[in-house]
């Protein structure tokens, strides 16, 4: 299982930090990864890390602003989100699949989201 927490509400410009516990034995081949929709539109992926080795994937916008991590004895993963805009907002959404891939259909296990809204 996957779980998230520590969306809300944040100025543009602003920082937040995401958090996906995950819930049982990650292996090492895993991907967890950030995924979000905003309303109306499709779900787009963001970030996404491999449990063993910390390798990462970034969309173009997510590159230059957000940092994913994990911590491993917590079994969590990260998502630090810097100068934020209008446009991030959206619910957030961490997944989970054993294979390196962007396409949201390929990911197993997902949670339940969590909202940000950047206002201005």
């Known amino acids: 299982q996957l779980r998230e927490s520590g969306g809300g509400l944040v100025q543009t410009g602003g920082s937040l930090r995401v958090s996906c516990e995950v819930s049982?034995?990650?292996?090492?081949?895993?991907?967890i990864a950030w995924f979000r929709q905003a309303s109306g539109k499709e779900r787009e992926f963001v970030a996404s890390?491999?449990?063993?080795?910390?390798?990462?994937d970034y969309s173009d916008s997510a590159r230059d602003r957000f940092r994913i991590s994990l911590v491993d004895d917590r079994n969590t993963v990260y998502l630090q989100m810097n100068d934020l805009k209008p446009d991030d907002t959206a619910v957030y959404y961490c997944?989970?699949?054993?294979?390196?891939?962007?396409?949201?259909?390929?990911?197993?296990?997902w949670g339940q989201g969590t909202q940000v809204t950047v206002f201005s």
């Open positions: 997944a989970a699949v054993n294979m390196r891939t962007v396409r949201p259909r390929n990911y197993d296990y």
């Open positions: 049982g034995h990650p292996v090492g081949s895993h991907w």
């Open positions: 890390i491999r449990w063993s080795g910390g390798q990462t």
